[in-house]
């Protein structure tokens, strides 16, 4: 024997009503959506961010140690210099005495006017505390040659003045000694300073 169906009606309120059910969750599965992605592309921002700019500093932190800025300049290497009492000597003595060697290079990519000075070590004479002590600039004579007596003449002591050449090396061979006329314990010490001279004909 078949079995009779049962027919349900439905009231137009039930449809609106499961209807706006539906719509409601969806909007909030939606939103709930919206929520995730949007935090996501925060998530996303907050760690591209600081990479771009950790590799944007990279790259400038190179650019700063290119070797190529350091062909910019020119360096010099040389003996620090102490004249003591056991310097003050004749100039035919001070002729033979012995000598400081400097060496200096050019790295640049053009020649360079330059000069080099000699000046006191500042640092040196806070270590020995005899300020006290120090010659005066005009009592120091150097030779460049072992022949000619050269003695400073103001206080920018400049020794010698020149050209070198791009990639190329020089060295530069100086005695000095303390003018005999001091009688009393003398000390001084020196350091080399290269120069770069601004080009005249730019």
């Known amino acids: 024997m078949a079995k009779k169906i049962r027919q349900i009606k439905l009231a137009k309120e039930d449809i609106n009503k499961n209807s706006g059910k539906e719509i409601s969750h969806t909007i909030s599965k939606i939103q709930a959506h919206e929520r995730l992605y949007t935090f996501l592309l925060v998530i996303v921002f907050m760690v591209t961010i600081p990479i771009f700019v950790f590799f944007a500093l990279k790259v400038d932190e190179y650019q700063l140690y290119d070797p190529s800025y350091y062909l910019s300049s020119f360096s010099l290497s040389g003996q620090s210099v102490t004249l003591t009492s056991d310097n003050i000597m ?54 460049l040659d072992g022949k000619t007596v050269h003695q400073f003449t103001d206080e920018t002591m400049i020794i010698t003045a020149g050209m070198i050449k791009d990639k190329a090396d020089d060295y530069l061979n100086i005695r000095f000694w303390i003018d005999d006329s001091i009688k009393d314990e003398a000390f001084y010490y020196g350091k080399f300073i290269l120069e770069e001279l601004e080009d005249m004909d730019a």
């Open 90 to 143: 004749s100039d035919e003595e001070g002729l033979k005495s012995p000598q400081y060697t400097l060496d200096f290079s050019n790295n640049t990519n053009h020649s360079v006017n330059y000069i080099i000075r000699f000046a006191e070590d500042e640092d040196m004479f806070e270590k020995c505390e005899c300020k006290d002590k120090v010659i005066d600039y005009h009592m120091i004579k150097y030779s």
